[in-house]
């Protein structure tokens, strides 16, 4: 049990990242052009997500953009953060306090490091990822091996294939077109890909919102997910492209996550 919980908290944080490890093996697959990349988001951005039971509160996620740009690989970067742990009654149950960390280049979205620790119990892993563009390579190092990959062109981590995907013009897009992002993640490749499923309007804690609605497109068949469309995500429809809103359902119920507080963005959201 304590293991079902740690992995449906890591879903839903996940998800929140645009990025879950169920999917597919990669293989070849074209990506739909973005607008310009770096139009959606801003340095100093600051998101905290409430993830719970129906009413019962179970974890919390934060994800930030630092301040400042860094110069990694003499390429500007952001530094982005995503943090997750239980809270309440489940920090009982199965303490989770997890992280990642990536540098995302300003220009091209796509990452030249990923940092990962993960803390699930008495489970502990870190990881480095190097991402070598212009070499096609990947360098990844954990506490027992570094390891070389080669890899596809306009590889992403986990966290910049979510920035990826805001800048996305989604008001191009048909209802059930297929967004494409192939991503590394924990020593294997997999493809991203995203389903548009169009507009929708959003309830929240600050008031409703026009939103993208999007899912993740699942195996049909896992040991955790009902269905191929279990994950779906709500993207807010202004300049922020941010999510508001998500759902997980799992062979063990649902999960939700919902956008608890903001600062730092582009602009407002058109709350009505």
């Known amino acids: 049990m304590k293991k079902v919980l740690a992995l449906s908290l890591a879903l839903g944080m996940l998800a929140l990242a645009g990025f ?15 607008t310009a990349p770096s139009s959606r988001f801003v340095t100093g951005e600051h998101l905290e997500y409430r993830v719970h039971y129906g009413f019962i509160n179970a974890a919390e996620a934060v994800v930030d953009v630092s301040s400042k740009l860094h110069q990694i690989n003499n390429r500007p970067c ?4 995503v943090r997750g742990r239980t809270t309440g009654a489940f920090d009982l149950v199965t303490r989770v306090r997890d992280s990642w960390q990536s540098y995302i280049d300003t220009s091209t979205i796509l990452p030249h490091e990923f940092y990962m620790s993960q803390r699930e119990g008495k489970f502990r892993k870190d990881q480095k990822v190097l991402f070598d563009h212009a070499g096609d390579k990947i360098l990844s190092k954990d506490q027992d091996a570094t390891k070389e990959h080669r890899a596809p062109n306009n590889i992403h981590d986990m966290i910049s294939g979510y920035y990826y995907l805001r800048t996305i013009d989604f008001t ?9 992002v192939k991503a590394f993640y924990d020593n ?10 169009g507009r929708d309007v959003v309830k929240t804690k600050f ?10 497109m ?3 068949k896992t040991d955790f997910f009902e269905d191929s469309e279990s994950i779906r995500i709500w993207v807010s429809d202004d300049e922020n492209r941010v999510p508001v809103k998500v759902e997980v359902d799992l062979s063990i119920g649902s999960i939700e996550m919902d956008l608890k507080r903001y600062k730092g963005l582009k602009s407002e959201p058109h709350w009505f």
Do not use: W
Request: hydrophobic residues 35%; glycine residues 6%.
């Open 172 to 180: 191009r897009m048909k209802a059930g077109e297929v967004v494409g």
């Open 218 to 220: 699942m195996p049909t």
């Open 78 to 81: 952001y530094r982005v953060d």
């Open 207 to 216: 008031g409703q919102i026009n939103a993208f609605k999007i899912v993740p």
């Open 20 to 34: 879950t490890s169920a999917y597919r093996r990669s293989a070849a697959l074209r990506t739909t052009p973005t």
């Open 188 to 197: 294997e490749f997999y493809d991203m890909r995203v389903k548009y499923l």
